[in-house]
């Protein structure tokens, strides 16, 4: 399956999973260089499909993910969105990020955060590489995965 074959089967696969449920909605879907990107937009079964803190959707992206692999596909990474909840998730874990910074800046103490997916993660890294004094590592295994901020020693 080439890329576009791989890009018009994976809106197919998501529109067809979300008919089973009832809903009709368009997927809307782009490919950056090399994942498959698909937006859902709000619709009354938005809370279903998202469920709690996100664990729908994300059972939803991975089902797609291994559809793909399966069906050797040339592009096996998707992110999927459902009424922009993933967007606004990282913004929020954005802004702490921001706060937390500030905290060990201040303090100077170090602090381990608590345990995040890889997403979540990534967002975290990403938002305090901007800062020369802190350093970010993550520890711990499997769902226990978590970030540790730490002044940088002078």
Do not use: C
């Not at 992110?79 to 909840?85: G, V």
């Amino acid at each position: 399956m080439n890329r576009e074959e791989s890009i018009n089967f994976a809106k197919k696969y998501i529109e067809d999973t979300l008919s089973f449920f009832g809903l009709n909605t368009d997927v809307y879907t782009t490919a950056d260089e090399d994942v498959i990107e698909l937006s859902v937009p709000n619709t009354y079964m938005s809370n279903l499909l998202i469920g709690k803190n996100g664990d729908t959707l994300r059972s939803l992206q991975f089902l797609l993910r291994s559809t793909l692999i399966q069906k050797n596909a040339e592009l096996t990474r998707v992110n999927l969105d459902i009424a922009d909840y993933k967007r606004r998730h990282n913004n929020q874990i954005a802004d702490r990020a921001e706060e937390w910074a500030k905290e060990v800046l201040a303090s100077g103490e170090e602090m381990p955060l608590r345990p995040m997916n890889a997403a979540e993660r990534r967002v975290v890294h990403k938002v305090l590489s901007d800062y020369s004094q802190l350093t970010t590592e993550s520890e711990g295994e499997g769902r226990d995965r978590h970030i540790v901020i730490r002044k940088v020693a002078e």
